[in-house]
T-cell receptor, first 111, second 115 residues
Framework: QKEVEQNSGPLSVPEGAIASLNCTYSDRGSQSFFWYRQYSGKSPELIMSIYSNGDKEDGRFTAQLNKASQYVSLLIRDSQPSDSATYLC???????????FGAGTILRVKS | GAVVSQHPSWVICKSGTSVKIECRSLDFQATTMFWYRQFPKQSLMLMAT?????????EQGVEKDKFLINHASLTLSTLTVTSAHPEDSSFYIC???????????FGEGSRLTVL
């Protein structure tokens, strides 16, 4: 099992729809979780961080965390073509105290 | 969000030369910085963890004598690619850990092309 697993995609959604991005992780003791967005040829940009079970909303973005299931997701409401990018899930592993990244999910929003 | 500045953003060099890349945290002190490498259409690969005032910790398979890391202050870490070869051509990205609230911010990246 990969330490942080994401579906590589591409995930295609029409403009205005909800995009749902999922991530699972292997370290049950992890406490900090992050979503980054990376446009082609650019470095990653932090979108959301979440530390507690449940939902955390910020504008069109909602992060959801379920530690019992070792699952974290990112919902993007009213998806826009400018949201088209690779979304990286990152988990702070207690083992080694390091941030482990998933391989990323490619999102394509079609107008 | 916090600002991490990386310089240069792109560099072209001849094979056998050395290249230095700087990473600065502009609005917070970063005791820990990380260096990543990313090849086209691949995910980020952690190369090393840079700790202020101590030796860097390299990931398995990364040559410490080839990729020299110096973290001399709380706001600056440097990566020097020594005796660069074409296979070292890649996108190098630094990041700095802001301990409160424990978030990682990335620099803009440096695209290295070795001829």
């Amino acid at each position: 099992q990969k330490e942080v697993e994401q579906n590589s995609g591409p995930l295609s959604v029409p403009e205005g729809a909800i995009a749902s991005l999922n991530c699972t992780y292997s370290d049950r003791g992890s406490q900090s979780f992050f979503w980054y967005r990376q446009y082609s040829g650019k470095s990653p940009e932090l979108i959301m961080s979440i530390y507690s079970n449940g939902d955390k909303e910020d504008g069109r973005f909602t992060a959801q965390l379920n530690k019992a299931s070792q699952y974290v997701s990112l919902l993007i409401r009213d998806s826009q073509p400018s949201d088209s990018a690779t979304y990286l899930c990152a988990v702070n592993f207690r083992r080694g105290n390091k941030l482990v990244f998933g391989a990323g999910t490619i999102l394509r929003v079609k107008s | 969000g916090a600002v991490v500045s990386q310089h240069p953003s792109w560099v072209i060099c001849k094979s056998g030369t050395s290249v230095k890349i700087e990473c600065r945290s502009l609005d917070f002190q970063a005791t820990t910085m990380f260096w990543y490498r990313q090849f086209p259409k691949q995910s980020l690969m952690l190369m090393a963890t840079s700790n202020e005032g101590s030796k860097a910790t390299y990931e398995q398979g990364v040559e410490k004598d080839k990729f020299l890391i110096n973290h001399a202050s709380l706001t600056l870490s440097t990566l020097t690619v020594t005796s660069a070869h074409p296979e070292d051509s890649s996108f190098y990205i630094c990041s700095a850990l802001n301990r409160v609230p424990g978030e990682l911010f990335f620099g803009e990246g440096s695209r290295l092309t070795v001829l």
